[in-house]
């Protein structure tokens, strides 16, 4: 907890620092908003925040392939984001929404979230998947990196043909979807394509161990009650374990459980064979908002994005 009243009072020094408007992207007043709203997940009123920063359809420049089934599963469902114009092969960026394993969507009515990551995306050279997935308690464990898996054959399969380049695709995952991500990587025998298919991996504010704390509804509702089995279905071993180019980020105004879960994969990783992952914390921002912010002119995240992609690490 000491961690996280450290990460508080930076972010209040942030605020009240003179200097902070030339230091930061984000307006002042935004960062207080964000402050009183404090530690908490609440979609709603971070949504209205950011909305009026992102763009509205019809997107200029973009075009669109909506609810493209990937598997049997009614929620099986993804959209495409390509350029108009052709160019050559672009990387991919896969993008899986949260919504605490029982809910959440890919887009919803009258929402810019989360076209505004694939619209990003498109704008910095990317063929955007935007993906969905089963829910919990109908689709248990584990229904989310199983329908991982189908995503990345599909686009393994089908994206050239869209513009995008197979041999360059990158899974990102936010809250639950960052949970799935690890899940996929970290279990290979649900892979349905050799090596997993992924050049790199990027799970924003997930849960890595579920031994490490006490779980929530959210995590009985997906894992299941039976605690003996927590371990093999947590990520924590089978990230450290994998060869795959890893981004894991936390956000500054995270529930402090994400904070602790970020802090204790981020060491774990960086003891194991295949050295540290990329890590970042973000600073100001909070559970929604780091990726709610995504396509304003706060860059902080996918400037770290980029990086990744450019260096392979």
Not at 39 to 65: C, H, S
Not at 94 to 116: Q, T
Not at 205 to 234: C, K
Request: net charge neutral; glycine share 8%; charged share 20%.
């Amino acid at each position: 907890m000491a961690g996280v009243r450290l990460a508080l009072a930076a972010v209040v020094a942030l605020v009240m620092n003179p200097a902070w408007a030339q230091q930061s992207p984000m307006s002042e007043e935004l960062a207080w908003k964000l402050l009183e709203l404090g530690r908490v997940v609440d979609p709603p009123k971070t949504a209205a925040l950011y909305a009026p920063m992102q763009e509205k359809e019809p997107y200029t420049g973009v075009k669109v392939e909506r609810d493209v089934k990937y598997g049997p599963a009614e929620r099986n469902l993804l959209d495409v984001f390509m350029p108009e114009a052709s160019t050559a092969a672009r990387p991919v960026l896969i993008y899986v929404h949260g919504g605490g394993f029982v809910a959440g969507n890919k887009r919803n009515p009258n929402s810019p979230f989360y076209d505004n990551i694939m619209l990003w995306a498109v704008k910095n050279g990317f063929v955007g998947v935007n993906t969905t997935y089963r829910l919990a308690p109908a689709s248990p464990w584990p229904a989310g990196a199983e329908d991982l898996a189908s995503v990345v054959q599909w686009v393994t399969k089908e994206i050239a043909a869209r513009g995008g380049d197979p041999s360059r695709i990158y899974l990102m995952g936010q809250s639950a979807g960052a949970v799935h991500v690890a899940g996929y990587v970290s279990h290979p025998e649900l892979h349905k394509v050799k090596g997993g298919g992924l050049a790199g991996a990027i799970m924003v504010s997930g849960l890595y161990d579920l031994t490490a704390s006490p779980v929530g509804d959210a995590e009985l509702a997906y894992f299941g009650s039976d605690s003996s089995r927590y371990s093999e279905r947590s990520s924590v071993k089978g990230l450290i374990a994998s060869k795959t180019p890893l981004m894991i980020t936390a956000a500054e105004l995270d529930p402090p459980r994400f904070i602790e879960q970020y802090e204790l994969v981020k060491q774990a990783i960086c003891k194991g064979p295949n050295g540290c992952a990329r890590t970042f914390m973000l600073p100001q921002h909070s559970h929604m908002s780091e990726v709610y912010s995504i396509n304003t002119v706060d860059t902080r995240l996918t400037d770290q994005i980029l990086e990744f992609v450019k260096t392979g690490k």
